[in-house]
């Protein structure tokens, strides 16, 4: 599921949907692990650029955790699903309503975090 964007750039919109499509394998594999121990739990995959606002204290901690001199280009990461509506609706305001609904062994949806926008997928597994 494509949902409406609102990047500034063509070239980061773009971009999105082959960050989407490349991290989503390593997501998966996260959440299967988790999903294994805990089916009820309702998390979202997100991958994360470095330059968005929203989550530029996360970075600087990654890298001082990791010891580089330099945050890395983007990560990924899983969340509870109620944790990411809070901030979708703090920082994106009605963006919490596109978020795809998780279907247990077969959906998981991922949001993906630009420096000018944000786009959500379901991610089928």
Not at 62 to 73: N, W
Not at 100 to 118: E, N, Q, S, T, W
Request: zero cysteines; proline letters at 10%.
């Amino acid at each position: 599921m494509r949902v409406p964007d609102s990047f500034d750039e063509f070239e980061e919109s773009q971009a999105s949907l082959d960050r989407l499509d490349r991290h989503a394998p390593e997501i998966l594999q996260r959440y299967r692990q988790i999903e294994a121990d805990h089916p009820d739990e309702d998390y979202v995959g997100l991958i994360v650029e470095r330059g968005n606002d929203v989550f530029a204290p996360m970075f600087e901690e990654k890298a001082r955790q990791e010891g580089l001199a330099e945050p890395p280009d983007r990560f990924t990461s899983l969340m509870p699903r109620e944790d990411m509506i809070g901030l979708l609706e703090a920082a994106y305001p009605g963006m919490a309503e596109q978020l795809p609904a998780r279907i247990p062994g077969k959906v998981l949806p991922v949001v993906y975090f630009g420096k000018h926008g944000v786009r959500a997928k379901a991610q089928p597994y």
